[in-house]
């Protein structure tokens, strides 16, 4: 059985004397799966075409029907995309938007894909409204009221975080799910940190499209992302990137959005055989743990009222910084540099409610020592300094 904590860091190419709090950024690749992955890439360069037109498909579709049996469904309801952003962009891409109709995200939603939903309601006259859902969350009725709050009957599709990037909640999406559907909403989920942190079965969630991340939590490549659509879903829906296979069938549209780097794709088995050696539900166990053992440390140090809720946390949770630091954009960046480049810590730096937080990111090469590193270094740091630009 492999050993959790810094007996494992020797898996990842982390460099030494870093400690790395931000998995959830945009994941570390193992050495075993980097390895893997130039594998691939010489496989592929030793006849290219040949490998293009035969070996591709099948090997995109033996990946799908690996998902289908870690995620549920079929593989023929998955297709891989370079990142959860992409995946959102397909979707809001291919819905018949018109003047007057409503987009809904929450105000917790990934800025990037604001961004998507923004521009595809700019597009079509559409709406862009966002739901607030109380932070910190205290109950699961919280963000389900937000969001039965903001929607309305021209509410065409909601954007719902299954856990939210910078606050890191896990949010309610079967309840939120089943509320759409009595109101006629599709509902889209921004499933990012999903896959690896929490123990999923994507049809039985009630949405009508799932996009995800496999290089944050579940040890793909970076860009390799998952996008999952309903039987009923997939007819209008194509991909960004518009290529050969035109109305060919979801997977034959997405299999193929012309020439690029298929390998991060090809190598999501080699990422599940590595989380099947640390034991998928072990790793997750311990994750959940530590985080919250962090962010209960940090805490009852800088903020004991501040502590997450354990039912909203998963890999990741928010910790609260020093009142002492001022609460702006500014010095959240200026802070995070401070962090790394003086005190070797990695960790992201947010403004929330008023206060700085540290988003923490558990993964199993952490222990306790490198949340300790990171309170320690907070409790001697003055503000950091900001320029004015």
Not at 31 to 52: G, K, N, S, T
Not at 169 to 179: K, N, S
Not at 213 to 231: D, I, M, Q, S, V
Request: hydrophobic share 50%; charged share 20%.
């Amino acid at each position: 059985m492999v050993a959790f904590g810094h007996a494992s860091r020797a898996l990842w190419p982390l460099e030494p004397g870093i400690t790395y709090l931000n998995h959830g950024t945009v994941g570390v690749t193992p050495l075993a799966v980097m390895d893997a992955q130039e594998a691939l890439r010489r496989r592929v360069e030793a006849q290219p075409a040949r490998f293009m037109r035969h070996e591709l498909k099948p090997g995109l579709r033996q990946a799908a029907d690996l998902a289908a049996r870690l995620f549920g469904g079929r593989g023929s309801d998955y297709v891989f995309t370079e990142n959860a952003t992409a995946g959102v962009n397909a979707v809001l891409r291919s819905l018949d938007l018109r003047a007057g109709d409503e987009v809904l995200v929450t105000d917790h939603a990934y800025g990037a894909v604001r961004n998507a939903a923004a521009y595809a309601c700019r597009r079509a006259g559409a709406i862009l409204k966002t739901a607030a859902i109380p932070f910190p969350l205290r109950g699961r009725e919280a963000a389900v009221d937000a969001v039965a709050a903001a929607l309305s009957p021209r509410t065409r599709l909601a954007v719902i975080d299954h856990i939210t990037l910078e606050t890191a909640l896990i949010l309610p999406v079967t309840e939120i799910a089943a509320l759409c559907r009595t109101n006629d909403t599709r509902l889209l989920v921004d499933g990012a940190h999903a896959p690896g942190t929490l123990p999923l079965d994507i049809p039985a969630l009630g949405c009508d499209w799932y996009a995800a991340n496999l290089h944050k939590w579940y040890f793909a490549p970076r860009g390799c992302g998952l996008l999952w659509a309903g039987e009923a879903a997939q007819d209008s829906l194509h991909p960004a990137s518009v290529s050969w296979n035109l109305d060919g069938g979801f997977t034959a549209e997405f299999d193929w959005t012309g020439t690029r780097d298929f390998t991060s794709f090809l190598a999501f088995p080699d990422a599940a055989r590595f989380m099947e050696r640390l034991g998928a539900e072990r790793v997750r166990a311990h994750n959940h743990a530590l985080v919250l053992r962090a962010a209960v440390l940090l805490a009852g140090r800088f903020g004991p009222d501040l502590a997450p809720a354990p039912e909203f946390a998963g890999s990741m949770a928010l910790a609260p910084l020093p009142e002492r630091f001022p609460a702006d954009a500014e010095s959240a960046g200026a802070t995070r540099d401070a962090l790394l480049f003086q005190h070797g810590v990695e960790v992201p730096v947010i403004v929330r409610n008023g206060r700085l937080w540290a988003r923490l990111a558990a993964q199993v090469y952490c222990d306790m020592t490198d949340f300790e590193r990171l309170a320690d270094a907070l409790a001697t740091m003055a503000p950091a300094p900001v320029t004015s630009g």
